[in-house]
């Protein structure tokens, strides 16, 4: 049976394009079956899609599709041979979608009150189990108060479903793909994976870093996709041809 998962919220730059594509590129490279369905309103995966396809070894494909909105709901029958929908999904959610909705949000005043606002909605549309995932939380040791604070949301939006662990704040998520995740990336979203999809919990490769993995003198993963971002050009420019004025 297929299961739906989708990645939703009212508050933009909350990371709900980002955890999409990392938990697709892990269920994809453990041999599920995967479409991913864009439906964010500026198209976010749609496009790095398309970018990443221009780093792909030649003669290599991805592991699974990124299709539009009218892709998939004009199709739907068609996808029941996939073992996971992903649906990056702004908050287009309708009382006939059911599955899980993975509302992702950062402890600031602003990203939550929008986050209240959403999940009164979706009390009123119903049809998908509520799961809320902490992302880009500082490693920083926090405040006695500010520690009060966040536990006081975990409590409230625990009233209404289930919280994931959280996603720390990282550079890594910045270099996110639409084809693979590093063993670093890996990491950082492995413990709410493994709690998302208990049936596709991470691998120990898929978390080991071997010495071809380890990171460079830069700090980047030997990732050959993302390597491939941070290529010297290959020519130095001309220090002359630089204006300083």
């Not at 490279?29 to 990443?52: E, F, H, P, Q």
């Not at 899980?100 to 600031?108: A, D, G, H, N």
């Not at 898929?206 to 980047?220: K, L």
């Amino acid at each position: 049976m297929t299961k739906e998962i989708l990645f939703a919220s009212r508050k933009g730059g909350t990371g709900k394009s980002t955890l999409c594509a990392m938990v697709a590129n892990h269920l994809a490279n453990n041999g599920m079956k995967v479409a991913v369905i864009d439906c964010d309103n500026c198209y976010t995966l749609t496009w790095r899609r398309k970018s990443d396809m221009k780093i792909l070894p030649e003669g290599e494909n991805p592991k699974y599709p990124i299709l539009t909105d009218d892709d998939y709901f004009d199709k739907e029958h068609e996808f029941d041979s996939y073992d996971y929908v992903l649906i990056d999904n702004y908050d287009m959610v309708s009382e006939d979608r059911v599955g899980v909705l993975i509302i992702p949000f950062i402890y600031s005043e602003m990203v939550l009150d929008s986050t209240f606002r959403f999940i009164r909605y979706m009390k009123r549309v119903g049809g998908s189990e509520l799961v809320f995932l902490p992302n880009e939380v500082s490693g920083y040791k926090q405040s006695i108060k500010k520690k009060d604070i966040n536990e006081n949301i975990n409590w409230i939006l625990g009233i209404f479903g289930k919280i994931l662990p959280k996603v720390s704040n990282s550079r890594l998520m910045d270099q996110v793909n639409t084809i693979s995740n590093t063993v670093e990336q890996n990491l950082l979203i492995r413990d709410f994976v493994n709690e998302l999809v208990p049936e596709c919990p991470m691998s120990d490769e898929e978390i080991t870093i071997g010495e071809e993995d380890a990171p460079s003198g830069d700090g980047h993963q030997n990732n050959p996709i993302q390597r491939d971002l941070f290529e010297p050009l290959d020519t130095d420019p001309d220090p002359t041809s630089i204006n300083m004025h």
